[in-house]
């Protein structure tokens, strides 16, 4: 049983660039949320993926969009980056028409760097 | 609103210690309470969650942890440290919505 996938593993990028970063979640999940978490913080909630539309959002600016495939795939787009962009990006799955445990299963992280 | 705070941002025990990680929560509807454990390079792994059934809770690696409603608070504790508990920590308070809240992450060291 394959866990959530995260693509690419890192990448880097040049101020005012767009990046796209992807997620697969885990079989059987129908959510996926996306969560920045910068060098030695905790994560923080971007966004989250319900029935292809934008469920809930934190506190981050426009630049910040996704996209949710009919597959439960995901897609997270950062236009116009910024240094301060640059963070590990993590993706989680949940499967909220399911269980009600509240738990999110988490990738590996696309680590992002911009110069 | 949801807010988390780990006491000690770095924690250094020695192997065969106890392991006792300290967090304390905030949040105006019954919590979903949880730890995980993020190693170098590496995504989050779930340790253990707190769901409103029993108050203490058992996770994988001999770890466990307390929900204490009066106190706010959802420590994690392990007996005895093994060399490779050495990983950062982070506690998370979150519901039904499944939107979690993390801390700001506590680094456990285990010496020899």
């Known amino acids: 049983d394959a866990g959530v996938t995260q693509s690419p593993t890192h990448l880097i990028k040049t101020r005012g660039q767009q990046v796209t970063l992807r997620c697969s979640p885990k079989?059987?999940?129908?959510?996926v949320s996306w969560y920045q978490q910068a060098l030695g913080q905790g994560p923080q909630f971007i966004f989250q993926y319900y029935e292809e539309e934008e469920r809930q959002r934190g506190n981050f600016p426009d630049r910040f969009s996704g996209h949710q495939f009919p597959n439960y795939s995901s897609e997270l787009n950062v236009n116009a980056l910024l240094l301060g962009d640059s963070a590990l990006y993590l993706c989680a799955s949940s499967d909220i028409s399911g269980s009600n445990t509240g738990e999110l299963f988490f990738g590996e992280g696309s680590r992002l760097t911009v110069l | 609103a949801q807010s988390v705070t780990q006491l000690g941002s770095h924690v250094s025990v020695s192997e065969g210690a106890l392991v006792l990680l300290r967090c304390n929560y905030s949040s105006s509807v019954p919590p979903y309470l949880f730890w995980y454990v993020q190693y170098p390079n590496q995504g989050l792994q779930l340790l253990l969650k707190?769901?409103?059934?029993?108050?203490l809770v058992k996770g994988i690696n001999g770890f466990e942890a307390e929900f204490k409603k009066s106190e706010t608070s959802f420590h994690l504790t392990k007996p005895s440290a093994h060399m490779s508990d050495a990983a950062e920590y982070f506690c998370?308070?979150?519901?039904?919505?499944?939107?979690?809240?993390f801390g700001k992450g506590t680094l456990l060291t285990v010496n020899p």
């Open positions: 079989s059987g999940h129908d959510t």
């Open positions: 998370a308070v979150g519901g039904s919505n499944y939107k979690l809240t």
């Open positions: 707190y769901t409103s059934a029993a108050t």
